[in-house]
DNA sequence: ATATTAAATGACTAACAGTCAGTAAATGCA
DNA sequence: TGCATTTACTGACTGTTAGTCATTTAATAT
């Protein structure tokens, strides 16, 4: 009795197909001129059959966002072995966050809506709750990678491990999100360059995070860096 | 021949009551959610008329985010004082952004989009420099304010003010930015208060960027607020 | 009083998200 | 095999909205 199954997988595929299309159309376009027609058709469906997947445009690109955000954790976990020294680690990983942005920048400008409150609304409380879940987990590893360099006193004790993490996250995202928007425009009206701007503030934060252990050994990292 | 001024007022005296009204709903409502019928109705005009006056609803939103812009650079200027000490009037300059987010915060939303490269393309060259010049002069109290800074020793010689401006202004925007989506989230997933986020996050910062004098007149400073 | 110009209107068009009655295909059963 | 039932899919249709433009209304000049 394998055809229930077989029946799942299908729908499955279904779901990726449309999926597929949204992504393709979604880059393109973004969210307000994206059609669902034009989706359908790239999906090789009719406009119905995408609601019977998926309740909304706004779900449909969320559900294609997620896909980002997979790829994301994926990265920032590959990024950081338990081999590799604490606080190499660490800088690895925000580099792994400005990789991601490089390599996957159709997807961070996904998020955008995501900051929305008012986007937030037009979402259903299922694929809300699916995002969230997913963002519970990427910020896991953050959270866990600086309470291991308090563990190994490379950073401050009295530092709050979730307040930490979303520091660093902050400064990436902000300015990352400033790169996409207009590199050029930094650059020619305050002559600033965003990419070293952004390493600059990383510096900044970590280095005030930090134990003079840690000090000493992030020195030596950045030597070899050279 | 006072009539053509006259007839000058009452055309300014329109574009504000089109403002006035596009505020009202956009607040509300949101971009996407907003509609020219409501402003219209709620301007007592016809749809038509708004567009002699804005070439389109991304103009108009524009043209309503840029009195937000004015507040803020008005209270910018406000709490930076130059009879203040210079260390005292950064840290202002931080809070007085604080402030417009808690006081404006339909204001602060509406900035989301102007963020968005998608949101970009549909407004028209002119708005979009207008924006340009009304940005230019807030950064110019910034930037201007960390030159003051770096010239009496307080903050590091080799700093690049403008680098320094929007390294303190991205900690802010994505904090608050988060703050806006939802602070509860943060409380609940995270355990984390993000305004204390923010403070922890600029007092780094700030500190990172100080000279010896300037750590010394910062802890001063510091103690005085308890 | 009349002509000319400027301002404002609202019915109209095209495009879109989302719906739903109907069709087609697959499966279960005799 | 043929028929009944369920499941998957369709696309024409509805309501809504941004933006347009021929027409009307009001103000000014002669």
Known sequence: MGILERKEREKE???????????KIF???????????????????????LYLYYKSKEDLY???AMRGSEIMYQMFVDATPPEKPTLRRITDLGDAYYEFFKQHRDFFRMYQYFENPHFHKQVSPEMFASCKCNDQRTWGVVIGLIQQGINEK????????????????????SMMRQMDRDDNYWKEQLK?????????AYQLVLEGMMTEKGKAQYQQLMLLQE
């Open 192 to 200: 600033v360059d965003l990419e070293s701007t952004m390493r600059k």
């Open 154 to 173: 490379l950073l401050d004790a009295d530092l709050d491990p979730s307040q930490a993490a979303i520091i660093l996250w902050s400064i990436g995202n």
């Open 27 to 49: 880059f393109e376009k973004g969210l307000p001129s994206a059609t669902m027609d034009e989706i359908a058709e790239a999906a090789e469906l009719s406009k119905g059959t």
């Open 62 to 64: 969320l559900a294609v």
């Open 13 to 23: 595929q279904r779901r990726d197909d449309i999926i597929c299309a949204a992504q």
